[in-house]
Antibody, heavy 125, light 110 residues
Framework: EVQLLESGGGLVQPGGSLRLSCAASGFTFSSYAMSWVRQAPGKGLEWVSVISGSGSNTYYADSVKGRFTISRDNSKNTLYLQMNSLRAEDTAIYYC??????????????????WGQGTLVTVSS | QTVVTQEPSFSVSPGGTVTLTCGLSSGSVSTVYYPSWYQQTPGQAPRTLIYSTNTRSSGVPDRFSGSILGNKAALTITGAQADDESDYYCVLYMGSGLWVFGGGTKLTVL
């Protein structure tokens, strides 16, 4: 059974940093792209970032580019999101998600299938 | 900046059929956008219904189906049930690894 468990959320001041983790199990982690998606309170879903299975390819939404860094440790089956220069508008539940297709090429590799339960990040003074 | 459009709200009668759509502010949606659909109830994580236009995620009943209708992606729910009352989101692939979600559709079953 696929399981994704996020951690690392919390309260941080504007301009601060936070690192989110997502522990994965139930599948061959290194074969699948992984994504982060966030949801501000009362708002819709916003795609944040995706990383290929090997970790060699990463992509970011314009709203976080240059401030957030996605990474993974395939030896630990863990996905990360390093968030720097945090702003009030980054306040959201952050979900990690797994792609449905493994060992593939192209945009279809970065689709989203399984979701974690999310971790709340609050940026406030 | 391309905007992904969805109906803000929709209603369906129990047992009825409803089709939600996902379009682009400019241009037509096709399979190369790998349209996907997600269901979310308040306080819960999203659940994937459909990915890559028409592939149902594991465990999703065949009452949910995806397609391309005209210039939009579509999610059709047949035999609507009370617990289908949720928010529904689509997402489209914009190329270069980038994805954009629609604003979501709030579906009411009454």
């Amino acid at each position: 059974e696929v399981q994704l468990l996020e951690s690392g959320g919390g309260l941080v001041q504007p301009g601060g940093s936070l690192r989110l983790s997502c522990a994965a199990s139930g599948f061959t982690f290194s074969s699948y792209a992984m994504s982060w998606v966030r949801q501000a309170p009362g708002k819709g879903l916003e795609w944040v970032s995706v990383i290929s299975g090997s970790g060699s390819n990463t992509y970011y939404a314009d709203s976080v580019k240059g401030r957030f860094t996605i990474s993974r440790d395939n030896s630990k089956n863990t996905l990360y999101l390093q968030m720097n220069s945090l702003r009030a508008e980054d306040t959201a539940i952050y979900y990690c998600a797994k792609a449905p297709l493994g060992n593939c090429i192209g945009g279809r590799c970065y689709m989203i299938d399984y979701w974690g339960q999310g971790t709340l990040v609050t940026v406030s003074s | 900046q391309t905007v992904v459009t969805q109906e803000p709200s929709f209603s369906v009668s129990p047992g009825g059929t409803v089709t939600l759509t996902c379009g682009l502010s400019s241009g037509s949606v096709s399979t190369v956008y790998y349209p996907s659909w997600y269901q979310q109830t308040p306080g819960q994580a999203p659940r994937t219904l459909i990915y890559s236009t028409n592939t149902r995620s594991s465990g999703v009943p065949d009452r949910f189906s995806g397609s391309i209708l005209g210039n939009k992606a579509a999610l059709t729910i047949t035999g609507a049930q009370a617990d289908d009352e949720s928010d529904y989101y689509c997402v489209l692939y914009m190329g270069s690894g980038l994805w954009v979600f629609g604003g979501g559709t709030k579906l009411t079953v009454l």
